[in-house]
């Protein structure tokens, strides 16, 4: 009996440890991005304007993300768009109040350049990357991107509901692009898809009639709808990941302790199923946009 409780005691003790390094490397995400020895108190925040939260996007910014394709359009004020309504929401998680939320506008490129910034953080669909961190920083990701199928109205694959409905669709898809990883890996279309060296050549390829539709990102599926190519409509977003997906985040100057508080932020969001409403309600519409299944 001895020797039998001197092995469970070590089984336990074995179990215990093997609880803590799990616990250690993977776990909840409640704590993702977040350093303890940052304190997140309102008055403590690292702020370019104490008090105010100066948030950038772009200029003109779009809807889903900003605004809405009505009066609100290029209105980060509105707390419209899924970016819009989440900066308003990581404020108030944060303690600040809607009027503590200051925009401002910047070009895509030059916010990524090195250097101070003028602001506290930048919101514009900036993916993850290993290149852009080396002189920025990210904070955790707030949207990782889903794939979608953009065809014309009229089409037969417009109301694809699985896999097999693409069977016999020639899809097109930019070269080196996780759009055509997919085609190739998870749709598995009978014929090979059309490469082409841009996205735009994809649209014109649509807009000649030389493919059935157009595997992309999610993103840029709302794009091409509403302006690249007249009586396309997005499909479906497919269920199935892709092998590896856009991750985006807020940037930030690098090495600017802020992103400790609004990875916090963003955290509690994510937890409390505040950050899947707001993707719900600005980039699935509600619900509207269809999932293409396996």
Same mark, same amino acid.
Not at 29 to 39: C, N
Not at 168 to 181: H, P
């Given at each position: 009996?001895?020797?039998?409780?001197t092995v469970?005691s070590?089984l336990?003790?074995?179990?215990m440890?093997l609880a803590?390094? %799990?616990a250690?490397? +993977?776990? *909840? /995400?409640e704590?993702a991005?977040?350093?303890p020895d940052?304190s997140? #108190?309102?008055g403590?925040?690292n702020?370019?304007t104490?008090?105010?939260?100066t948030?950038?996007?772009?200029d003109p910014?779009f809807?889903?993300?900003v605004?809405?394709g009505?009066?609100?359009?290029d209105?980060?004020e509105s707390?419209k768009?899924?970016?819009?309504a989440?900066?308003y929401?990581l %404020?108030n998680e944060m +303690?600040? *109040? /809607?009027?503590?939320?200051?925009?401002v506008?910047?070009?895509f490129? #030059?916010?990524?350049a090195?250097g101070p910034?003028g602001?506290?953080?930048?919101?514009q669909q900036y993916?993850i990357?290993?290149?852009?961190?080396q002189v920025?920083?990210?904070?955790?990701?707030?949207?990782?991107?889903?794939q979608?199928l953009?065809?014309?109205?009229n089409?037969?694959?417009?109301s %694809?509901?699985?896999?097999?409905?693409?069977?016999?669709?020639?899809l097109?898809?930019?070269i080196g692009?996780?759009?055509?990883?997919?085609?190739e890996?998870?749709?598995?279309p009978d014929s090979?898809?059309n490469?082409?060296?841009?996205?735009v050549?994809v649209?014109?390829?649509m807009?000649a009639g030389q493919?059935?539709g157009l595997?992309?990102?999610?993103?840029?599926?709302y794009f091409v709808t509403?302006?690249q190519?007249?009586g396309?409509v997005i499909?479906?977003?497919?269920?199935?990941?892709?092998?590896?997906?856009d991750?985006?985040?807020?940037?930030f100057?690098d090495?600017?302790?802020?992103v400790?508080?609004v990875?916090?932020?963003l955290?509690t969001?994510k937890?409390d199923g505040?950050?899947q409403?707001?993707?719900?309600?600005?980039?699935t519409?509600?619900?509207g946009i269809?999932?293409?299944?396996g």
């Amino acid at each position: 009996m001895k020797a039998s409780r001197t092995v469970l005691s070590r089984l336990l003790g074995l179990l215990m440890v093997l609880a803590l390094v %799990a616990a250690a490397c +993977g776990g *909840t /995400d409640e704590g993702a991005g977040v350093d303890p020895d940052v304190s997140c #108190e309102v008055g403590a925040l690292n702020l370019v304007t104490a008090g105010q939260l100066t948030v950038a996007t772009g200029d003109p910014a779009f809807p889903p993300w900003v605004g809405d394709g009505d009066a609100d359009f290029d209105n980060p004020e509105s707390q419209k768009g899924f970016e819009g309504a989440l900066v308003y929401a990581l %404020a108030n998680e944060m +303690g600040l *109040t /809607d009027a503590d939320v200051v925009w401002v506008r910047t070009g895509f490129d #030059e916010a990524v350049a090195p250097g101070p910034k003028g602001w506290d953080f930048n919101i514009q669909q900036y993916s993850i990357t290993e290149a852009r961190d080396q002189v920025v920083d990210f904070s955790e990701p707030y949207y990782v991107t889903r794939q979608a199928l953009v065809t014309f109205e009229n089409s037969p694959y417009a109301s %694809a509901t699985s896999l097999d409905d693409l069977k016999d669709a020639k899809l097109g898809a930019a070269i080196g692009t996780t759009s055509l990883d997919f085609i190739e890996d998870v749709i598995k279309p009978d014929s090979d898809p059309n490469v082409y060296d841009e996205n735009v050549d994809v649209e014109a390829a649509m807009n000649a009639g030389q493919i059935d539709g157009l595997v992309l990102d999610l993103p840029a599926a709302y794009f091409v709808t509403a302006v690249q190519v007249e009586g396309s409509v997005i499909a479906g977003q497919f269920a199935e990941d892709a092998a590896a997906p856009d991750e985006y985040g807020m940037l930030f100057a690098d090495g600017n302790p802020l992103v400790s508080c609004v990875n916090a932020a963003l955290n509690t969001l994510k937890s409390d199923g505040v950050l899947q409403e707001l993707e719900d309600e600005w980039l699935t519409q509600g619900g509207g946009i269809p999932t293409i299944g396996g």
